[in-house]
Structure formats: C-alpha cells, structure tokens
C-alpha cells in the first residue's frame, strides 16, 4: 500500500484492473478482485476522495458514474463487498456536504 499510495497512476492503473477482473468467470478471480479492492479502499481512501494530479475529478466520481458496469457481473455478496469498499473512500471525505452527495450518487 505504501507504494501505491506514492504512486497515483499506477493505484488507479491497478484498481481499474481490478474493475476488468470482476467480469473474469473464472473461479475465484472475482473474490480476488473484490477483496483486494477493498484492502486498497482501506489502506489508500483518502487519494479516492482527492482530485490528484492530472485529473479533473476525484477517483471515486469516475466509479460511482460507472458503478452499474463495474459490479453488474459480481455476485450478492461480492456487490456487498464493493460498496463497502466505496463506504470507506467515502468516509475519508472531510467536507460532510460532499460526503452525502457521494452517498446519493450510490
């Protein structure tokens, strides 16, 4: 987590690789993408909720907009496990107004 959270390009580059995981069918890859996913959420959720460097949006903007075709291949409890991790980038955002417009958006 240390190097991912040093390095912005390539914590996205990795979690949208992790997004292309969640439509893999073969066994385990999704439970794999989801709880990876999640163990990043926790350790790097404040740099989901910043608008970093070259970007126009902060990350967590980009995958509640795609939200739908992101988990629309996972399982009951692996969708439960997404939005958990989305809660947690959620919870580093400071501002609360922000935060309910994140929560809204889910």
């Known amino acids: 987590p240390r190097f991912l959270r040093q390095h912005w390009k390539f914590l996205k580059t990795v979690v949208n690789k992790l997004f292309e995981f969640m439509h893999e069918t073969h066994d385990g890859v999704q439970d794999m993408a989801c709880d990876t996913f999640i163990k990043i959420a926790q350790k790097c959720k404040r740099h989901f909720v910043t608008v970093q460097v070259a ?3 902060p990350f967590i903007e980009e995958i509640l907009n795609g939200i739908n075709a992101i988990i629309c291949d996972l399982q ?3 969708v439960h496990t997404f ?3 989305v809660g947690y980038m959620i919870q580093a955002q400071a501002d609360v107004q922000v935060q309910e417009r994140l929560i809204e958006k889910c």
Do not use: K, L, S
Request: glycine share 0%; charged share 20%.
């Open 76 to 78: 009951p409890h692996q």
């Open 83 to 85: 939005y958990e991790a």
């Open 55 to 57: 970007e126009v949006m």
